[in-house]
């Protein structure tokens, strides 16, 4: 079984900045993949970023350049640092991380986060 727990959330005017912290707990072999997603009210969940262990990113057109992941390998934790927030920014979002325990694979997911910008 893995945990994620994330932590950062809040309310922040537009063009403020929010740090995320997502990390993961159990006995855990290896995480691949780490990433962030977010859902707004009425809308489907959607990608925002994500990061190897090998520290490629990949983000979403409508937050390159704002956003930044990272993450620890040591602890098991990944970031998003999002800058020049917007109204459309807010959301609730999610920390998912994929890899291996020593009984096999998982996917797991936080319980989630609010995000909320105001203009």
């Known amino acids: 079984q893995v945990y994620l727990v994330e932590s950062g959330g809040g309310l922040v005017q537009a063009g403020g900045s929010l740090r995320l912290s997502c990390a993961a707990s159990g006995i855990i072999f290896s995480i691949s993949v780490m990433g962030w997603y977010r859902q707004a009210p009425g809308k489907q969940r959607e990608l925002v970023a994500t990061i190897t262990s090998g520290g490629n990113t990949n983000y979403a057109d409508s937050v390159k350049g704002r956003f930044t992941i990272s993450r620890d390998n040591a602890k098991n934790t990944v970031y998003l640092q999002m800058n020049s927030l917007k109204p459309e920014d807010t959301a609730v979002y999610y920390c998912?991380?994929?890899?291996?325990?020593?009984?096999?694979?998982?996917?797991?997911w936080g319980q989630g986060t609010q995000v909320t910008v105001s203009s």
């Open positions: 998912n991380a994929q890899g291996r325990l020593m009984s096999g694979r998982f996917d797991s």
